[in-house]
């Protein structure tokens, strides 16, 4: 497509939208590579750090190594998840009731199916395949009990940012394998392992800013308008300020580019193919909490602190000492009771001291959507980042709006200074998943095959075979 000439002298080198993660680590690398240039970052909210959230703790798991790198480079080492010795209970609705046995049993073989497949659906072969399965109906066919389906329910629209009825099989199986799988997403969303490091959200964003001082971040500028000219982008935002920069890096998910106007329009290429009409269904937010107590009210009656229940969504973990984070998933409309809904979940399982903590704070966004191909190549001067809308190894987790950011910064520097840029930065390391390294046996996956379903039909099917051999018998040697 040939773009047209602009008439402006662009006063920035490079803008970067959005202040998450991805965003941030873009302009780290960039002011490292050569601090002359002018950068400048807009974002929508009134804070930094996007999915981040407030005041909260991340896990970081030693798969994600451009993470760790990351955390070394703006010094901050992350120490070990604090660890119960496995003595206190988790206090998870799915162990609750006389089903709990069952329905876990169900859930862990076909957890154990899907992970198993992962491997074929990698990334690279995101293809969207006619008449396949919804992940709700893929759902309600495996699995039996309403407990473990709505754990596997709340799984995908996590994972994908939409509700499981919008996400062919297809695509949640590439998404979530381009995320580590299956057991990593439930690890990071559910159990939050000892075995991980721990990070406070808040060390990470003050670190990150004490080493670039010299980049101008405008909060609450939400931009609205991407000009794409041939020499140059112009970006305008909500109260009509143009920006224009050599280079842009977008640094939003895809759900949050497809609210901007683009001039010209995406060419197709660019445009991931997407499974349904993302953006046009009302939105799921993420509302993520963090309450301080006086002491550790759980442990006294025996649990860790880890909790889950599954309808509303709301799952937590211990973080510091008697403080309990974690998020609810909710629709725009409950976002006023929050609050109340968490505190009755959890003075129903810890009791009434539950209901006063010392102290609240808690941090609203829009869930990103990852269920379309991650994106690669940029678009002339445009150049797409975060880490649900690129292709990483690591989508939708940490690692992966670094690697996200640092590749994008890349090749805005490509564009702007490329004397700077060395064949090591070029390098595009894309260490293998872990997923990739599973040698699957023919008696493994045929054994995750059963299912309740099929072991009761199978059983029913033999006992009928052998009931009507024997009548035939009997009655052959009757006569
Ligand atoms: C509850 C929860 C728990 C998680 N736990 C972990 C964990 O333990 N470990 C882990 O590795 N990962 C975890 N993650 C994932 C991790 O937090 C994210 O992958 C990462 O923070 C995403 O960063 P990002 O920069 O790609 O996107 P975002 O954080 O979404 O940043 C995008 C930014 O762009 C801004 N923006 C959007 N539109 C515009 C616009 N038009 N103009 C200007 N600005 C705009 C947004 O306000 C936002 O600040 C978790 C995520 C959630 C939701």
């Given amino acids: 497509m040939d773009l047209p000439f602009g008439t402006q002298t662009p006063e920035l080198d490079v803008l970067i939208v959005g202040a998450g993660l991805s965003g941030l680590a873009s302009a780290l690398k960039i002011l ?16 930094l750090g996007g999915q981040l959230g407030q005041n909260g703790t991340r896990l970081v798991d030693g798969e994600q190594k451009d993470m760790l790198d990351f955390l070394t480079l703006i010094q901050l080492s992350p120490r070990r998840r604090r660890s119960d010795n496995g003595r206190l209970l988790r206090c998870w609705d799915l162990d609750r009731g006389l089903t709990a046995l069952p329905a876990k049993f169900e859930l862990g073989r076909y957890i154990e199916m899907l992970d198993l497949r992962m491997p074929k659906f990698r990334s690279k072969r995101f293809n969207l395949r006619e008449r396949v399965s919804n992940m709700e109906q893929h759902i309600c066919h495996h699995l039996f009990f309403s407990k473990s389906r709505n754990f596997m329910l709340n799984l995908v629209e996590l994972v994908c940012g939409v509700p499981a009825n919008e996400v062919d099989y297809d695509v949640f ?37 004490e080493q670039m001082q010299f980049i101008t971040i405008t909060l609450n500028c939400r931009a609205v308008k991407v000009e794409h000219f041939k020499n140059y982008v112009q970006v305008t935002d909500e109260l009509a300020q143009k920006h224009t920069a050599q280079a842009v890096i977008l640094a939003i998910p895809w759900n949050k580019v497809q609210k901007l106007e683009f001039e010209p329009r995406i060419p197709k290429t660019f445009v991931p193919p997407s499974a349904t009409k993302a953006g046009q269904k009302p939105c799921r937010l993420i509302t993520q909490f963090h309450l301080r107590y006086g002491k550790s009210v759980w442990a006294e009656l025996g649990y860790s602190g880890n909790f889950l229940s599954s309808r509303p969504l709301v799952s937590g973990h211990e973080c510091r000492m008697s403080t309990l984070c974690g998020y609810m998933l909710h629709s725009p409309e409950e976002q006023d009771d929050v609050l109340e809904d968490v505190l009755d ?18 941090s609203t966004d829009e869930l990103n959507t990852a ?34 950011g640092v590749r994008a910064a890349v090749n805005a520097l490509f564009v702007v200074r490329p004397q700077v840029v060395s064949w090591k930065d070029m390098l595009d390391e894309r260490p293998k998943s872990p997923n990739e390294e599973v040698r699957t046996g023919r008696l493994r996956g045929l054994l995750s095959r059963l299912n309740l379903y099929n072991v009761t039909f199978y059983s029913f099917f033999v006992l009928g075979l052998i009931w009507l051999l024997n009548l035939g018998y009997a009655r052959a040697s009757a006569s």
């Fill in 173 to 209: 199986m590439s998404v979530c394998s381009s995320c580590g799988g299956l057991k990593t997403m439930i690890d990071f969303y559910f159990t939050y392992p000892s075995s991980f490091y721990e990070v406070s959200t808040q060390h990470l964003i003050e670190n990150i800013l």
């Fill in 32 to 47: 490292s590579k050569e601090s002359t240039l002018k950068v400048r970052i807009i974002e929508a909210g009134d804070r």
């Fill in 371 to 404: 269920m379309h191909k991650p994106q690669t190549k940029p678009w002339h001067r445009i150049i797409w980042s975060s880490s649900s809308a690129v292709g990483t190894s690591y989508r939708s987790l940490m690692g992966g709006a670094v690697q996200s």
């Fill in 345 to 362: 979940l959890l003075s129903a399982q810890f009791g009434e001291e539950m209901r006063q903590p010392l102290e609240w704070q808690s």
